[in-house]
């Protein structure tokens, strides 16, 4: 019998959801992070490979020396990376320039062979280029599967049946709205459908960052890997798949990271950081009416100790001067997180 079903079955853990106190512009919220950081290679993206392997081996088993390959900002790979090699498959994984050199390590590390591509796509990212080498692979070798999980509905749906429901479960009545960063829009198109349903009394807001076009916007550069795309995503197309986006600015939410590690000595992911920048954004404009916000916050920051959390990288990508103005325009607007709304 075949292994793979019991091994993905046994994948899916549970992640803590932290509760904070945010003091910004003289009033006090409460914020949830759903820290994803805890899922086994650390990021929402181990929810993701289950659902994705759980639909290619549906469509045709995976059988011992498959090979998969997937185009990955690098957590999916870390995902795939783990799962595959327990039920005897290889993985390929194509990841470009930004995809920290941590997460290619660990990568190589893990046993996937590893494709960095090294061209811009001429819209900001390398997605394009990645899905281009992806496609000449598949072609150039027929017994190559390819999850593709920027069209793959499997992603958006293992998100409907578990982020979904065990965030509403750990915030409870009090919930009044979830932060979701986009790329492919899996993580945000699956808990919309799951809030949609069971809870539509709460607000699914789409985080993207500027210079992305995954919800909306136009093109350019972004320094925060992970979210974002150089196109739009096809999980969100449909009407009413969300209720509203905001556009964060990339260094603004590099300078949420840093304030709340100062903070709270907890270091994010930058997705996590722009969920946060457009949570401040986005109550403010909207009016909040006192519920609790959660912002799922997709990875940790160790693997962005070298980047985002770096002075020598912001030095070399020449935002150093930016990011430290960003946090203290955020200072002096009073932003401040402390962890004692979990005490009450
Ligand atoms: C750190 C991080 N945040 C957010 C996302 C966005 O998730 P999705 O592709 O489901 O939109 C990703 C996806 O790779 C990610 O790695």
Redesign the pocket.
């Known amino acids: 019998m075949s292994r793979v079903k019991p091994v993905l079955a046994r994948a899916l853990t549970t992640t803590p959801l932290l509760r904070l106190d945010v003091a910004h512009r003289g009033r006090v919220r409460r914020l949830g992070l759903k820290l994803e950081e805890h899922g086994p290679t650390g990021?929402?993206?181990d929810r993701?490979a289950v659902g994705l392997l759980r639909s290619l081996h549906d469509d045709r088993p995976l059988t011992p020396g498959t090979v998969v390959v997937e185009s990955?900002?690098?957590?999916?790979g870390l995902a795939l990376a783990r799962l595959l090699p327990t039920v005897g498959c290889d993985f390929l994984a194509v990841v470009d320039l930004k995809t920290p050199h941590a997460t290619r390590r660990r990568l190589a590390d893990s046993g996937a062979r590893v494709i960095v591509v090294d061209e811009p796509d001429g819209l900001g990212g390398y997605l394009l280029s990645r899905l281009r080498r992806v496609r000449e692979l598949c072609a150039d070798n027929p017994g190559y599967r390819w999850p593709d999980?920027y069209e793959n509905w499997a992603?958006p749906d293992i998100?409907r049946r578990t982020t979904g429901p065990e965030l509403t479960e750990q915030a409870g009545p009090e919930l009044g709205a979830v932060y979701?960063?986009?790329?492919?829009?899996?993580?945000?198109a699956g808990i919309s459908a799951h809030l949609r349903e069971h809870r539509p009394d709460v607000a699914a807001v789409a985080v993207d960052v500027r210079g992305s076009l995954?919800v909306s916007g136009s093109a350019g550069r972004r320094l925060v890997?992970?979210?974002g795309a150089s196109r739009p995503?096809v999980f969100l197309t449909a009407p009413h798949s969300y209720d509203r986006a905001v556009h964060v600015d990339d260094i603004e939410a590099i300078a949420v990271c840093r304030i709340i590690a100062e903070d709270i000595g907890l270091a994010l992911?930058?997705?996590?950081g722009c969920a946060v920048r457009a949570m401040l954004t986005d109550q403010d404009e909207a009016g909040t009416d006192g519920r609790l916000a959660v912002c799922?916050a997709?990875?940790g920051g160790a693997k962005y100790r070298d980047t985002l959390y770096s002075d020598n990288w912001a030095t070399e990508q020449g935002v150093a001067k930016e990011i430290t103005s960003a946090v203290e325009h955020l200072r002096s607007e009073g932003l401040f997180f402390d962890r004692k709304h979990q005490e009450h």
């Open positions: 990021s929402v993206k993701s990955t900002s690098g957590n999916l999980q992603a998100h979701i960063p986009v790329s492919t829009g899996g993580t945000l995954a890997p992970g979210i995503s992911g930058g997705s996590s799922l997709a990875d």
